[in-house]
């Protein structure tokens, strides 16, 4: 099985070269931890990649395009047309991550995993499971095996690009319902409840929101999913968005890829993940604080801290395109910068 082979190949950073990333560090023109977590940013991509100086030129974002079935509860504001309007609109080049992307020089991948409509267009990937998911409100999103071949969908999608020479990623997702899909997911994993988790999304009313509220403490009780089970918490309460996207971060791992965190969606996906496989979380790396309430939470779960705290909420990769150029400074610094020796000056070294 694609998923099993792929966890068993994942092992964990290169601690050898993240030493003597250090000691370039160390030997740059400046005082030493100057640069804050650009140097830690340095560190974990010569732990990942095994390389002294590793590259970021080639850059991809994935996005991850579902309905959900949990919409029919009255918890988004938009019905679950716009999946299928928006996604179609990636390809035309002028939404938020079409931008962002194009400006931080990286490959756009949208892949349909469970859009509820035929999406037969070029610039699409097609790798649907089905279409939509059931109601979390009244069942499991999905049986087991859906949520396994949709994380292998991930998997495969990563390798693909792998094998083109990417190296690095973005996490992104589409799907209205979604940020009902990663409350319920991330209020069970890290124990929060959900008042404290669920947020307006894009933009429901006082009344909407205590509705979402609600559907999705019925969600949880109803599939009492096991919160040690992570792929059932994931079967019975997420999406294929979510789906595809834990198969993005075990993908990236098993090839040594370093992989970027967007919002609350793919926070909530990076999660399940590392759950998973704990090893997973040294591939990571945030990029934004989501405005979603749940942000907070999930990110302490996984023990981060965003590079940028902006106000968005819009998912689709935004985030995770523009850490990408907080990535290429922390590398360009690193390879760029010269040492005491080449301008001849002494470390200072107190008496």
Do not use: W
């Not at 996604?87 to 931080?104: C, E």
């Amino acid at each position: 099985m694609l998923l099993q082979k792929a966890l068993d190949s994942i092992e964990g950073l290169y601690e050898d070269m993240m030493l003597k990333a250090q000691l370039r560090l160390d030997s740059l023109t400046k005082p030493l931890g100057s640069l804050g977590r650009l140097e830690d940013i340095v560190k974990q991509l010569a732990g990942i990649t095994g390389e002294l100086y590793p590259s970021v030129n080639s850059k991809a974002v994935v996005v991850m395009c579902a309905d959900n079935g949990v919409v029919e509860e009255g918890v988004a504001q938009t019905s679950k047309s716009v999946t299928a309007a928006v996604t179609r609109n990636f390809t035309k080049g002028f939404t938020a991550i079409n931008v962002l992307a194009r400006h931080s020089n990286a490959e756009l991948v949208i892949v349909d995993i469970g859009v509820d409509d035929d999406l037969s267009l070029d610039g699409i990937l097609d790798r649907k499971i089905r279409r939509g998911t059931r109601n979390i409100a009244k069942g499991p999103a999905m049986t087991r095996q859906e949520a396994v071949d949709a994380i292998e969908a991930g998997i495969g999608v990563v390798g693909e690009l792998h094998g083109k020479g990417i190296k690095l990623l973005g996490t992104g997702e589409m799907g209205i319902g979604n940020t009902t899909t990663s409350s319920a997911v991330a209020s069970v994993l890290t124990g929060s409840s959900v008042d404290k988790m669920v947020g307006r999304g894009a933009g429901l009313s006082d009344e909407g929101l205590i509705n979402k509220i609600r559907v999705v403490e019925q969600a949880i009780k109803l599939n009492r999913p096991d919160p040690d089970d992570p792929l059932e918490v994931l079967s019975k309460l997420g999406g294929l968005d979510i789906a595809g996207l834990v198969g993005c971060y075990i993908g990236a791992a098993a090839v040594r890829i370093p992989i970027l965190v967007d919002g609350f969606i793919s926070s909530a996906a990076a999660l399940i993940a590392v759950k998973i496989k704990p090893e997973i979380r040294s591939f990571i790396l945030p990029s934004h604080g989501s405005a979603e309430p749940g942000s907070r939470a999930v990110m302490d779960a996984l023990g981060m801290e965003p590079l940028m705290s902006l106000g968005m909420r819009l998912g689709e990769g935004t985030g995770a395109a523009l850490a990408f150029h907080i990535v290429d400074a922390a590398v360009a610094a690193y390879r760029e910068m010269g040492t005491f020796d080449d301008a001849n000056i002494h470390k200072y070294t107190p008496l």
